[in-house]
């Protein structure tokens, strides 16, 4: 449930969220590349290589001693306003078979579309890149393309956010990918809707035990934190915790049966993007935590294993615009700053 602010008398005040600013220190971070452009995504490889993707359609490959290729092969991609090249995920056999996957913005009839591709990873080179799901309709507009995706490595299922593209009532029609979490299968690219109701979600992560967890952008306030679980409503445009930009009231109000209410709001929104759930490997004191980039106020916001509560943040001349969170080998925290154009790591205390 979201988090309450209780007067003296424990009456209901205000339905605000509660931050509790633990003292937490963590190390300085780490730059471990510099000189990127509009970085998005992060992605860890086998023997201590990199893979970042960048906005303006360019997915670097770089090696353990520091040098960089660029890869060639990518789908067709469409760059424009929020959208371009995406996320990108390893696939849980990696090691064995090099594949990974990407999420892009590509062009299709009467606009673009989210879409995601599959493709093998050699060298510096993408081989057999085939699309596996793309949006059923584009649309015209530059925004609201959400765009993670994370492997249920149990499976090998594809989870993948979609915003509602600026087209606010689709979030809610079942018969558009608009506003949804889709669960896809990489090797036949059957699909099927997992949740509705979306925004723009732009962060995604499995918990320890396997729950999995996702925030999104609301308007002015309402950012939210949802725990994912297939068949839920969460309610965007009918319910929301944030008004529309020119101060109009969103919806029907905060609430209404049948739709789900978020862990935890933000307000005002901190634009989130990015999101690491810790796993306690090499760090067992982070198990749990949940580590969110804020676009819009520079930090990383740590929420509590609940996702109910913000704990703390990280906030360094380095967290500037954080794009996407990760934790990396040996428990580091991993980030990307748009605003320095740097990909950085925080280590475990030693």
Same mark, same amino acid.
């Given at each position: 449930?979201?988090?309450?602010?209780? *007067?003296?008398?424990?009456?209901?005040?205000?339905?605000?969220?509660?931050?509790? #600013?633990?003292?937490?220190?963590?190390?300085? @971070?780490?730059?471990?590349?510099?000189?990127?452009?509009?970085?998005?995504?992060?992605?860890? $490889?086998?023997?201590?290589? $990199?893979?970042? *993707?960048?906005?303006?359609?360019?997915? $670097?490959?770089?090696?353990?001693?520091?040098?960089?290729?660029?890869?060639?092969?990518?789908? &067709?991609?469409?760059?424009?306003? #929020?959208?371009? /090249?995406?996320?990108?995920?390893?696939?849980?056999?990696?090691?064995?078979?090099?594949?990974?996957?990407?999420?892009?913005?590509?062009?299709?009839?009467?606009?673009?579309?989210?879409?995601?591709?599959?493709?093998?990873?050699?060298?510096?080179? /993408?081989?057999?890149?085939?699309?596996?799901?793309?949006?059923?309709?584009?649309?015209?507009?530059?925004?609201?393309?959400?765009?993670?995706?994370?492997? &249920?490595? #149990? *499976?090998?299922?594809?989870?993948?956010?979609?915003?509602?593209?600026?087209?606010?009532?689709?979030?809610?029609?079942?018969?558009?990918?608009?506003?949804?979490?889709?669960?896809?299968?990489?090797?036949?690219?059957?699909? &099927?809707?997992?949740?509705?109701?979306?925004?723009? @979600?732009?962060?995604?992560?499995?918990?320890?035990?396997?729950?999995?967890?996702?925030?999104?952008?609301?308007?002015?306030?309402?950012?939210?934190?949802?725990?994912?679980? *297939?068949?839920?409503?969460?309610?965007?445009?009918?319910?929301?915790?944030?008004?529309?930009?020119?101060?109009?009231?969103? !919806?029907?109000?905060?609430?209404?049966?049948?739709?789900?209410?978020?862990?935890?709001?933000?307000?005002?929104?901190?634009?989130?993007?990015?999101?690491?759930?810790?796993?306690?490997?090499?760090?067992?004191?982070?198990?749990?935590?949940?580590?969110?980039?804020?676009?819009?106020?520079?930090?990383?916001?740590?929420?509590?294993?609940?996702?109910?509560? #913000?704990?703390?943040?990280?906030?360094?001349?380095?967290?500037?615009?954080?794009?996407?969170?990760?934790?990396?080998?040996? !428990?580091?925290?991993?980030?990307?700053?748009?605003?320095?154009?740097?990909?950085?790591?925080?280590?475990?205390?030693?």
């Amino acid at each position: 449930m979201k988090q309450m602010i209780l *007067t003296a008398a424990a009456t209901l005040c205000l339905a605000l969220p509660t931050f509790a #600013q633990a003292q937490m220190t963590y190390p300085e @971070p780490q730059r471990i590349v510099s000189g990127l452009s509009g970085p998005w995504s992060v992605g860890f $490889l086998p023997g201590g290589g $990199l893979l970042i *993707t960048e906005k303006r359609g360019r997915l $670097l490959r770089i090696s353990p001693d520091g040098e960089r290729a660029q890869v060639s092969g990518l789908p &067709e991609i469409r760059v424009k306003g #929020q959208g371009g /090249l995406l996320d990108l995920a390893l696939a849980s056999d990696f090691a064995s078979s090099g594949r990974i996957y990407l999420s892009y913005v590509t062009p299709q009839p009467g606009g673009e579309g989210t879409a995601v591709a599959s493709a093998t990873l050699e060298g510096a080179t /993408l081989e057999d890149v085939r699309t596996i799901f793309e949006m059923k309709e584009g649309s015209n507009g530059g925004r609201h393309f959400g765009g993670r995706i994370v492997e &249920e490595s #149990q *499976t090998g299922a594809l989870f993948l956010t979609i915003g509602d593209r600026g087209d606010r009532p689709s979030a809610q029609d079942p018969a558009r990918d608009n506003g949804k979490i889709i669960r896809i299968d990489p090797a036949t690219g059957s699909h &099927e809707t997992w949740t509705m109701g979306h925004r723009n @979600p732009q962060g995604l992560a499995f918990a320890p035990d396997g729950t999995l967890w996702s925030h999104e952008h609301g308007a002015r306030g309402g950012d939210e934190i949802n725990r994912i679980e *297939t068949g839920k409503n969460y309610g965007w445009p009918v319910i929301a915790y944030g008004r529309h930009y020119s101060g109009a009231k969103i !919806g029907e109000g905060t609430s209404k049966p049948g739709l789900e209410q978020p862990a935890f709001y933000w307000d005002p929104s901190i634009a989130p993007s990015g999101m690491a759930i810790h796993s306690g490997e090499g760090w067992p004191e982070m198990k749990g935590r949940m580590f969110i980039g804020s676009l819009k106020f520079d930090h990383i916001a740590v929420m509590a294993p609940s996702g109910a509560e #913000q704990i703390g943040k990280i906030e360094t001349p380095q967290t500037q615009r954080v794009r996407d969170v990760r934790i990396g080998p040996r !428990g580091g925290i991993w980030f990307l700053s748009e605003g320095r154009g740097a990909l950085y790591r925080i280590g475990p205390p030693e």
